[in-house]
């Protein structure tokens, strides 16, 4: 079993729509989880930090279930600008720094 | 802020050839990561860094593969001999040990022919 399992698309929607990804992750131990976006040929950037509580970044909501270990973002009003691979990042201990990425969700938002 | 800077963008060697990837990480960051990139396995760690100390080469591939930190603004990946299953996407990046996420470097496209 994968560490980090997302679903790999790729999710085809249309410009407006809401969209939302899910995560899971096999180690109950994991400490810190973040979404990643990466653009064709680009290296991956940090798109927002999930925290416990929920968090939201404009048209960015993170949720983390931490007893089912599954992680979703969801985009409201998409963008064409949307348009880029998804990645799931968790780190599989608490001191050290090295980050777990799945291998990521195509989006690819129409006009 | 330049931001994380690999060396060179593109690489094309021949196979049995050595090649060296070059990387300079944010000033003041104290780690330093390197990813490859393919489409069948994804962002893969091979080594990190802290404190220009190896911590964890668990995810190097094999002996052909060795990676130095002499200082805190450098390190180098180095592949010898290369062979064709080496070709994909190595990104460096860099973080505080005690901050969140990394800024990831442009990457270098290695293709061994």
């Known amino acids: 079993r994968k560490e980090v399992e997302q679903d790999p698309g790729p999710f085809n929607v249309p410009e407006g729509a809401t969209v939302a990804f899910n995560c899971t992750y096999s180690?109950?131990?994991?400490?810190?989880f973040f979404w990643y976006r990466q653009d064709c040929r680009k290296e991956p950037k940090l798109l927002m930090s999930?925290?416990?509580s929920g968090n939201e970044d404009g048209r960015f909501t993170a949720q983390l279930n931490r007893a089912s270990q599954y992680i979703s973002l969801l985009i409201r009003d998409s963008k064409l600008s949307d348009s880029a691979t998804y990645l799931c990042?968790?780190?599989?201990?608490?001191?050290?720094?090295?980050?777990?990425f799945g291998s990521g969700t195509q989006l690819t938002v129409l006009p | 802020d330049a931001g994380v800077i690999q060396s060179p963008r593109h690489e094309v060697t021949e196979m049995g050839q050595e090649v060296t990837l070059r990387c300079k990480p944010i000033?003041?960051?104290?780690?330093l990561f390197w990813y490859r990139q393919t489409m069948m396995r994804g962002l893969e760690l091979l080594i990190y860094?802290?404190?220009?100390?190896?911590?964890?080469d668990s995810g190097m591939p094999e002996d052909r593969f060795s990676a130095k930190m002499p200082n805190a603004s450098f390190s180098t990946l180095k592949i010898q001999p290369s062979e064709p299953r080496d070709s994909a996407v190595y990104f460096c990046?860099?973080?505080?040990?005690?901050?969140?996420?990394?800024?990831f470097g442009s990457g270098t496209r290695l293709t061994v022919v």
């Open positions: 180690n109950s131990a994991s400490q810190s």
């Open positions: 999930v925290y416990s």
């Open positions: 860094f802290n404190n220009n100390v190896p911590i964890d």
């Open positions: 990046a860099s973080s505080f040990s005690q901050g969140y996420g990394y800024t």
């Open positions: 990042v968790v780190t599989l201990s608490g001191s050290a720094r090295q980050l777990t």
């Open positions: 000033s003041g960051h104290n780690s």
